[in-house]
């Protein structure tokens, strides 16, 4: 018995074993507690957003998911520039940490339901849904490059400069290496962020097609499924890209997992 449950929980530390069963799980809870309801007009279940997703489409999504991915898209490449950037300033010129961690605090700080009506208003709805999108990547990679470039050894530096290297060389041997684990870590966890500023910049209006333009009329015509369909359709999506920017970063950084094992 003891074997059986070693080799169950060992299949659990898999990342895609464990997600699996949470998801499974979760709609299996889901479906649970809307058994007993009926006519439900804000709790649909499962079977009932399935049959609203078929009812809606393949155009209907279409035509609201790929531009919400162009703007997440922008907004997810401009975030990560302006954070990789700023990134190796502080990377250079390290007494400019302190001033771009504030930097980044205070992005991270601003209310992007505040922000956006702001950004709509002078540059138009679809600047805002990409602005937003970049806003909230915006901090999330500045911090992870400057954390993985603090992961840098003293060790490591020392004995570059032991051999001659001088600190061009110091950071593109060891600095860029020991951060770029950390900085694909930042860039997974910036596309779930990217595409929540994209959805709510389209929630806030300006924009005639879109995963939050879907949403916010279907939340004013009292269409709880559709919502429902929508919302999951955004969290999968989310997950993909974020499963995808993963696998990228396995093979570009296979250091990482063999530290890791």
Known sequence: MSVAVARFRGALARPWVGGTVGIVLLVALWWAMTAGLENSTSFPSPV???RSAVADGWPFYEANVVPTLSRAAQGYLWGNLAGLALAAVVLVVPRLEDVITQIGVISACLPVTAIGPIVMVIFGGRASAIFLGALLVFFTTLVGAILGMRSASRSSLDLVAAYG???WTQIRKVQLMSALPAIVTALQVAVPAALLGAVVGEYLGGIDAGIGVALNAA????????VWAL??????????GYALVGLVGRVLT???KEKRG
């Open 48 to 50: 009932d957003v399935a």
């Open 165 to 167: 290297g001088g600190r």
């Open 219 to 226: 939340q004013r015509q009292i269409q709880p499924d559709r």
């Open 231 to 240: 919302s999951i359709l955004a969290g999968l999506i989310a997950l993909g």
């Open 254 to 256: 296979p250091w990482a």
